[in-house]
């Protein structure tokens, strides 16, 4: 396995702390502006490849009218695990329905050169145990993972019944049958008992409205909709960076030949331009790279797993044991730090940074041990982490005004971490040219041209990185009506903010799961891990319900309460007013009621999943009603039964569960 190569042992340097704290604010104060969150908009029919799909052709098909047991829209690494779980629980007829044209998500849609997750594959990518896949790298590339979704959908059975170019229009529930019906665009109009709702947090792209932006006359595409028919290469191209370390980067995969005699701009250097730039650097005739805020880039440290080692770790349950075990390496304490370091499988970027925090907190005294105290620990220490991020720019960097202006000033977490080897050395090319717009962004565009600060720079091409809609309600980003009991419109029950119990249980809306970040576990960096323990908690309380003989399940109105006070009364917001702003802090904008409502479980994600699995794992559903005997009374189907089997077999495995099982006498 790979090492992280950093060198994290330096011992740190003496950092004026005021000073750093005063560019901070300044570097945020000269990016505010009034227009925060509506200074997006979504991609307009100018961007090539938004009619449709440009990876599959959409085939002709038969509307669907028949009824399944589980419908779960969203295709993604959500709706596979909901399908893994639900599946594994005995649930025989599984519908996913998706808008893409097979599994993956946004691993479906971001197939730009480059693209790698940021996490190590090991703990990202769900199933490994239960697929018996072993991931070839450290950090997999965009295609391997996307043939895991599919290797994931084949592995259940998912496929058989799967409705993909398929996008829902609405999900109305029939009161009198106690069921969902499901209507879509191309014709169906089919039946659930239970639905899940997966939409993701990335996506709708959004880009920047730029003054002038749709007379620009040259190309222009969003990196989650990439045209390889005008850059050349394919999803291949994905390995031209990335693969190596920063002594021997590797260049694999197809050229975007059709792009060395182009003048390209790419908008954006978050996570995503992070990973686009090296491989239109190798590419491009000329590279412009607009930049607004620099991203932080650490050491990546990529490499091949070794099968052998990998043998010595894959003793059954080994995906289970590292998931826990990154969760507790990956977070920072909530109290003191025990006295010893745990033991850290993953070892990489985002373990050392709680690493860093554990070896700080070790220093306060336990009395000593106040919010206040803690604060200026982690202060210290996230000054001196960017100090060490800042310095890597001048050593990689050769020209030194352009590693200047690629610095960041602020704390690592006001925006997302990044890792890349290549990134930061792509500047050192003759046709890359940073064009750092001081934190102002693209003025505006002209026929043929970037405009900053009154330069024009003419282009060919414009490529937007620059992310996707997060702030806007989830039932907005849904894209379709869901109504609930008594006709009410999920739109109205979450007009003040989103209401649910855990995250994922809506009073008015039965049978219905809601997989997202807010309102439960946290926006950590696996967010995979989320979508399998909702899922298993999914899967218990559908198993819960038809093993109870009943038809309906719906949290009652006082635990959504009791749980939404809770999260109001829990942290503030972690990524402070301090911040610059990008969609981490709502843009720099206050926080009303409906962000504060989307705030993560106050005790962290550790204790939330550990919370929430001892909920689904007593039989109990604490908070949830069940009510009308299903046709048939009691006679509970055959996958409820070996649902049932299931959770007492876990139970069984932890005498704490034993007492109450669903149906135990
Ligand atoms: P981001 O929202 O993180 O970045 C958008 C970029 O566009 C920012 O650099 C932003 O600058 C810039 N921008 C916006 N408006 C303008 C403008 N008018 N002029 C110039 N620049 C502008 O989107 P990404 O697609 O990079 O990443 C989104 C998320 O996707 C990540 O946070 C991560 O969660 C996920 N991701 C995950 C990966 C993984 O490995 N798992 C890989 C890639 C993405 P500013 O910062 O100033 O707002």
Request: a negative charge.
């Given at each position: 396995m790979p090492t992280d190569s950093s060198d994290q042992t330096a011992p740190p340097a003496e950092l004026d702390t005021e000073a750093l704290q005063r560019r901070y604010r300044a570097e945020r104060d000269k990016r505010l502006r009034p227009d925060g969150m509506s200074q997006y908009m979504r991609l307009t029919a100018r961007f090539a490849g938004l009619d449709g799909d440009p990876y599959l052709p959409v085939r002709d098909r038969e509307p669907v009218t028949d009824h399944v047991t589980f419908a779960f829209i969203g295709g993604g690494f959500a709706g596979l695990t909901a399908g893994a779980r639900a599946r594994e629980a005995g649930v025989e007829d599984i519908r996913i329905v998706e808008q893409g044209g097979d599994f993956g998500g946004v691993w479906y849609w971001n197939r730009y050169p480059g693209v790698m997750c940021d996490s190590t594959s090991l703990v990202y990518m769900p199933l490994l145990d239960e697929t018996g896949y072993i991931p070839t790298e450290k950090y997999a590339h965009g295609p391997e993972i996307l043939e895991h979704a599919r290797r994931i959908g084949r592995h259940y059975d998912l496929y058989d019944k799967a409705l993909f170019h398929t996008r829902v229009t609405a999900l109305d529930w029939d009161e009198n049958a106690s069921l969902w019906t499901v209507t879509t665009d191309r014709g169906d109009r089919f039946t659930a008992n239970f639905v899940g709702i997966g939409p993701g947090p990335l996506n709708i792209p959004k880009v920047p409205r730029i003054p002038g932006i749709d007379t620009f006359a040259g190309h222009m595409f969003h990196t989650s909709r990439w045209d390889f028919a005008y850059t050349g290469g394919d999803d291949s191209s994905a390995y031209r960076s990335g693969s190596g370390t920063e002594d021997s980067p590797v260049t694999a995969g197809a050229p975007l030949d059709k792009l060395n005699d182009k003048r390209v701009a790419v908008i954006g250097t978050g996570a995503t331009g992070v990973q686009i730039v090296p491989s239109l650097a190798k590419d491009a005739g000329e590279l412009f790279v607009f930049q607004r805020t620099p991203s932080g880039v650490d050491v990546r440290a990529n490499g091949p797993i070794d099968p052998e080692e990998f043998a010595r770790i894959a003793t059954p349950g080994w995906q289970k044991r590292w998931l826990d075990n990154f969760l507790e390496a990956v977070i920072p304490p909530f109290g003191p730090p025990g006295p010893d370091e745990p033991e850290d499988y993953v070892n990489d970027g985002w373990t050392e940074i709680a690493k860093r925090a554990r070896a700080n907190l070790r220093q306060v005294p336990p009395e000593e041990f106040t919010p206040e105290r803690v604060g200026a620990v982690m202060t210290e220490a996230d000054f001196h982490k960017m100090d060490q991020i800042r310095a890597r720019v001048d050593a990689v960097v050769d020209d030194p005004e352009t590693a200047e202006q690629l610095k960041p000033w602020y704390r690592q977490f006001c925006k997302r971490p990044c890792f890349h080897d290549e990134y930061l050395q792509s500047f050192n090319r003759p046709n890359v040219h940073l064009v750092d717009t001081d934190g102002k962004g693209v003025e505006r565009f002209t026929e043929h041209a970037v405009v900053v600060d009154g330069t024009k720079y003419e282009v060919d091409c414009v490529i937007f990185a620059s992310g996707f809609e997060y702030g806007s309600p989830l039932h907005e980003r849904m894209g379709y009506p869901v109504t609930g009991r008594g006709g009410q419109k999920l739109a109205e029950a979450w007009a003040d903010g989103m209401r649910s119990l855990h995250g994922m249980f809506v009073h008015g809306f039965p049978n219905m799961f809601v997989v997202q970040n807010?309102?439960?576990?946290?926006?950590?960096?696996?967010m995979t891990q989320g979508w399998d323990e909702a899922a298993k908690s999914m899967a218990a309380v559908v198993g819960g319900t038809l093993s109870r003989g009943q038809a309906e399940v719906e949290v009652t109105e006082e635990a959504q309460n009791a749980w939404c006070d809770m999260l109001l009364q829990?942290?503030?917001?972690?990524?402070?007013?301090?911040?610059?702003?990008g969609y981490y802090n709502n843009e720099g904008e206050p926080l009303g009621l409906a962000q504060r409502l989307e705030g993560p479980y106050p005790l962290g994600p550790v204790a939330f999943f550990r919370m929430a699995e001892e909920w689904w794992k007593s039989g109990e559903f604490e908070g949830l009603a069940f009510r009308r005997a299903r046709q048939g009374g009691d006679d509970v189907d055959s996958g409820s039964r070996q649902l049932l089997r299931e959770i007492r077999e876990v139970a069984e495995m932890d005498p704490l569960h034993t007492q109450a099982l669903p149906g135990s006498p």
């Open positions: 807010p309102q439960g576990a946290y926006f950590g960096p696996n829990g942290h503030p917001h972690v990524y402070d007013v301090e911040c610059t702003p």
